[in-house]
C-alpha cells in the first residue's frame, strides 16, 4: 500500500521558485493500479522522482506499507529504493548487458548468490513471457520485449511497489495492450500495489482500478475508474467518454446523458419515445467497458414540443444523469 | 648501392633503430600506462562532479575542471615538456631517456585523455543512471556497473586516440633527450641527410599507429552491443544467464 501525503515539490530557477507539485495526495491500496494522468508539465515525472527519492520533496510523506520513506537518511535511501521497482518509458536496459545480466543486476547489488540468481533470472524471464531470450543483447530485442525485460529486472528485487513511468508510450498499439496486460496479470498474480503514470486514457481504461487526474501539480479529480466514470460533469468521465464538440445548429434542446452501469444497456431512450411520444435524435455517443460495466455517453436532441422537465425527471429516476446542453 | 641494399647495411637501421624503436614503444608504453592509471579516474571524477554528475561539487569541479586539466591542455607539448624537466629529474633521477620523458608525456596526455574519458561517460543516458539508482545502487556501483561498462567502446576508443597522439609526442620528446624514433629520425634524417634512414623510421611509425588503431577499433567493436549489426560478434563470448560482466 503507497500513501501519498500534501507532497510538495519545489525547484528554484534563478529567481522564480516553479511549484511543480503543489499538495498531491493519494492512496493506493495493496493489490491495485492506480493511474496518474495528466498532461504535459503537469507534474508527472516530478511525482516519480519524488517517489523514488531521485528527488527530495520539499514536503510532505510517502510511505510504503506504513513505512516513511521521505525522512530516511542517504545511507538508508538505497535500503528504501529497493522496496520499489521502477518500469521506465524507454526500458533504461544497459546495452553491454545481455536480457538476463539485466535482470540479473538489482540481485548483484545486494550480493545474492549466483545459483540464486540465475534461477530467479530464468524464472523472471518465464514470468514476463520471455523464455530462452536471457543470452540476447537490448539491441537484439524488439521494443516490446525490451519492455518485458524491463519489467523482469524491476520485479527482481521482490519489491512491493511497482511504479510505470509511461511504461507504454514508446510502444504501439498492438505491444501496449500486451505490455498492459502482463502488469494486469503480475499485479493480481505478486499482489503488487502498482502506479502507472500516463497520458494515455487507453492505460487508464485498460488496466487500472482507480485513477487521479494531475494538474498544474495537483490532484482535481480522482477515485476509483467506475466512480470517476459516472460523474457527469467531471474532466475523467469526459476523457473516458469523449463526445466530438458540440455546436449547436438549431434552437431544439440538447441533452447529454450519462448512463452508468445496468442503466446504460436498459431500453432509456425508446422508453422516452413512447412514453412522451418524443421524437428523440442521437447526436453522439460514446460507450465503453470499464471494470466489467457498461458506462455510455450521450447527446440527444429532442423535439421542441417535448416537455423538459418531465422528460429530465423520468431519465433521473431511471438512473441516468441528465444536463441540459448550452 | 640500390636502396633495399642499404636497408640492411646502414648502421643506422641495423643498429640504432632496433634500439630507439624500443624506447618509442618504452615511452608509449609507461606514459600510456600511467594516463589510464590517472586519467580514467580523472575523466570520471570530471563527469561525477560536474553539474549534472553523481555527485555535484560545484567549487572542486571547478577548479579541476576550468584550472588544471584545462590549463594544462592549452600549454603546446613542446614547452609543457621543457618546462616539466625538473620534474622528471626529480622523480626519475635523470633529465633524459625514455623513462625520464615518459613523465612529461603522461602530464601532457593525462588531461586530454580525462577529457575524453568524461565525454565518454557524458554520452551514457541518464534514463540508464536513474534505473541504477532506482535498483539501489551505491554511486561506486552506478561507476563500475553502469558509467564505465556502457561507455567502454567510447573509453577504447579514446585510449586508442591517446596512444596515437602519445606515439606522435614522443617524437617530439625524443628530440629534446628522450630518445626514440624522434632522436633517430633528427639525428640521421636532419643532421646527416639519410634518406634511407628517414623512410624506414616514417614507415615503422606510420605501421605502430596502424596497429594501435586496428587494435582499437577490433576492441571497442567487440565490447559494443548498442547495434544490432556488432551486436553479433557478442555472440562468441556467450555467457550464462546471471554471469556477471566485470568492468
Ligand atoms: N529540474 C527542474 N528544474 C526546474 N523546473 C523543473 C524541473 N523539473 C521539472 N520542472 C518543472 O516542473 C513542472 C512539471 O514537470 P514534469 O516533468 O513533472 O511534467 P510531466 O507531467 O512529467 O510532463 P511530461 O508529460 O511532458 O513528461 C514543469 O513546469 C517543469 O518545467
Ligand atoms: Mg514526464
Known amino acids: ?326 | 648501392m640500390n636502396f633495399f641494399d642499404e636497408l640492411f647495411t646502414n648502421p643506422g637501421i641495423t643498429e640504432a633503430l632496433p634500439e630507439e624503436f624500443l624506447a618509442t614503444i618504452q615511452m608509449v608504453g609507461i606514459a600510456g600506462f600511467f594516463t589510464v592509471l590517472i586519467g580514467l579516474p580523472l575523466g570520471v571524477f570530471l563527469h561525477t562532479s560536474g553539474p549534472d554528475g553523481l555527485r555535484p561539487m560545484r567549487i572542486t569541479h571547478r577548479i579541476v575542471s576550468d584550472v588544471i586539466v584545462n590549463i594544462t591542455r592549452s600549454i603546446p607539448f613542446a614547452i609543457l615538456m621543457v618546462s616539466l624537466i625538473p620534474l622528471a629529474r626529480f622523480l626519475t633521477g635523470t633529465s633524459i631517456g625514455p623513462v625520464a620523458a615518459s613523465v612529461s608525456l603522461s602530464i601532457g596526455t593525462i588531461p586530454f585523455f580525462a577529457r575524453l574519458v568524461e565525454s565518454s561517460i557524458r554520452d551514457v543516458g541518464s534514463g540508464k543512471i536513474d534505473a541504477a539508482l532506482v535498483m539501489g545502487s551505491t554511486r561506486f556501483q552506478v561507476i563500475s556497473k553502469v558509467l564505465l561498462r556502457e561507455a567502454l567502446p567510447g573509453l577504447i576508443a579514446a585510449l586508442t586516440t591517446t596512444l596515437v597522439t602519445l606515439v606522435g609526442y614522443s617524437a617530439m620528446a625524443g628530440i629534446i633527450g628522450g630518445g626514440g624514433l624522434g632522436r633517430l629520425a633528427y639525428n640521421y634524417g636532419l643532421q646527416r641527410f639519410d634518406t634511407t634512414v628517414m623512410v624506414a623510421i616514417i614507415v615503422i611509425i606510420v605501421a605502430i599507429v596502424q596497429l594501435i588503431q586496428l587494435a582499437g577499433d577490433w576492441a571497442a567493436q567487440r565490447v559494443d552491443h548498442r547495434n544490432a549489426a556488432t551486436a553479433g560478434s557478442g555472440r562468441r563470448h556467450k555467457s550464462k544467464p546471471g554471469d556477471v560482466v566485470g568492468v
Do not use: W
Open chain 1, 1 to 326: 500500500m503507497i500513501t501519498v501525503t500534501d507532497l510538495r515539490k519545489t525547484y528554484r530557477q534563478g529567481e522564480r521558485t516553479i511549484t511543480a507539485l503543489d499538495g498531491v495526495s493519494l492512496s493506493v491500496p495493496k493489490g491495485s493500479i492506480h493511474g496518474i494522468i495528466g498532461h504535459s508539465g503537469a507534474g508527472k515525472s516530478t511525482l516519480v522522482r519524488c517517489l523514488t527519492l531521485l528527488d527530495r520533496p520539499t514536503s510532505g510523506s510517502v510511505m510504503i506499507d506504513g513505512r516513511e520513506l521521505t525522512s530516511v537518511r542517504d545511507a538508508e535511501i538505497r535500503l528504501a529504493r529497493r522496496r520499489i521497482g521502477m518500469v521506465f518509458q524507454h526500458a533504461n536496459l544497459l546495452d553491454s548487458r545481455t536480457a538476463a545480466q539485466n535482470v540479473a543486476h538489482p540481485l548483484e547489488l545486494v550480493k545474492t548468490p549466483k545459483a540464486e540468481i540465475s534461477a530467479r533470472v530464468a524464472r523472471l524471464l518465464d514470468l514476463v513471457g520471455l523464455t530462452g531470450f536471457g543470452d540476447a543483447y537490448p539491441s537484439q530485442l524488439s521494443g516490446g520485449q525490451k519492455q518485458r525485460v524491463g519489467i523482469a529486472r524491476a520485479l527482481a528485487a521482490e519489491p512491493d511497489v511497482l511504479l510505470c513511468d509511461e511504461p507504454t508510450s514508446a510502444l504501439d498499439p498492438a505491444t501496449t495492450e500486451d505490455i498492459l496486460d502482463l502488469i494486469h496479470e503480475l499485479t493480481r498474480t505478486l499482489q503488487l500495489t502498482v502506479l502507472v503514470i500516463t497520458h494515455e486514457m487507453n492505460v487508464v481504461k485498460r488496466i487500472c482500478d482507480s485513477v487521479s487526474l494531475l494538474e498544474n501539480g495537483k490532484v482535481v479529480e480522482h477515485g476509483p475508474l467506475i466512480e470517476v466514470a459516472a460523474t457527469l460533469d467531471g474532466s475523467l468521465a469526459r476523457a473516458l467518454m469523449p463526445l466530438p464538440g458540440f455546436k449547436r445548429t438549431s434552437a431544439l434542446p440538447v441533452l447529454e446523458l450519462l448512463l452508468a452501469g445496468n442503466s446504460a444497456s436498459g431500453p432509456v431512450l425508446s422508453g422516452l419515445t413512447r412514453r412522451f411520444n418524443a421524437e428523440v435524435n442521437v447526436l453522439a455517443g460514446s460507450v465503453e467497458h470499464l471494470a466489467g460495466r457498461q458506462f455510455g455517453r450521450l447527446r440527444v436532441e429532442l423535439d421542441a414540443e417535448a416537455p423538459l422537465a418531465e422528460i429530465t425527471e423520468f431519465l433521473e429516476s431511471a438512473g441516468v444523469q441528465v444536463e441540459v446542453a448550452a
